[in-house]
């Protein structure tokens, strides 16, 4: 897998720019041998790369990103954590029951790092608010209800006027508030994940992933050195096409990055 376009530096990300500055990167700049070789320090990298980290502390794990770890889509994100996400209602009770415990076992785990660490990132879990403003808002909102009341969930359910406290407008007519999601800064816990990872865990910022070659051992080619490793996970997500995989006719005129 060879990539093909290197992402751009947009400097336009306020959770980033808010910030206080990160000191330099450390590029990768010599090869390596290791265990297991990771590509992207967003939130599937970072979690990935922690967990090896804690399950083979003897091994040495290479997290790369062609960025600043908190600079991509992570970094990016609404910072919503939740538990109860409202596509969740339209799967199958067995998958939903599946996806919410592990969402649930997530936002522990998270919660248990953030703490650990003395990571910074606004941590607020007083719950969220789906909230409906027009008659098919108002449909949807009760059909969410139907659905936590099936499920046996605890939510608060607010009227116009209660909504009119808690937002201060009177613009929604009703609400259901959802406890046990957070709010977070994301770039603050992305940027606080990177820097608490485990000591067998060295991430190399601003190292591109330009090319891949599968084989015993692997090797990931960067600018300026090669990782050669026993596996590699791939964490770029929604960029996969970057890397030559799940590449489509969209993909390929899209903005992509390794």
Known sequence: MKAR?????????????????????APLRRDLRVATAVVGAGFTGLAAARRLGELAPDDEVALIDAQRAG??????????????????????????????????????????????????????????????????????LAGLREWLDSRG????????????????????RE????????????????????????ENVHLYEGTPALKLKPGSPAVVE??????????VIVGTNGLMPSLGCCASASSRSGPSAA
């Open 71 to 140: 600079y991509g889509a992570a970094g990016r994100s609404s910072g919503f954590v939740v538990d109860l996400a409202g596509f969740i209602a339209a799967l199958d009770p067995p998958d939903a029951d599946r996806f919410i415990h592990l969402s649930r076992r997530a936002i522990t785990i998270l919660r248990r790092a953030v703490d650990e660490h003395g990571i910074d990132c606004a941590w607020d879990d007083t719950g969220w608010l789906h909230v409906a403003a027009t008659d098919p808002g108002l449909a949807s």
């Open 5 to 25: 376009r290197l992402p751009a530096d947009d400097a336009g990300c306020g959770w980033w720019n808010v910030l206080p500055p990160s000191g330099p990167a």
């Open 153 to 172: 969930e605890r939510y608060d359910h607010h009227g116009a006027q209660a909504m009119r406290r808690i937002v201060g407008s009177g613009y929604y």
């Open 222 to 231: 960067t600018p300026e050195g090669r990782i050669l490793a026993d596996r």
């Open 175 to 198: 609400g259901v508030r959802l406890p046990g999601s957070v709010l977070v800064q994301p770039a603050a816990l992305v940027r606080g994940l990177a820097r608490s990872l485990p």
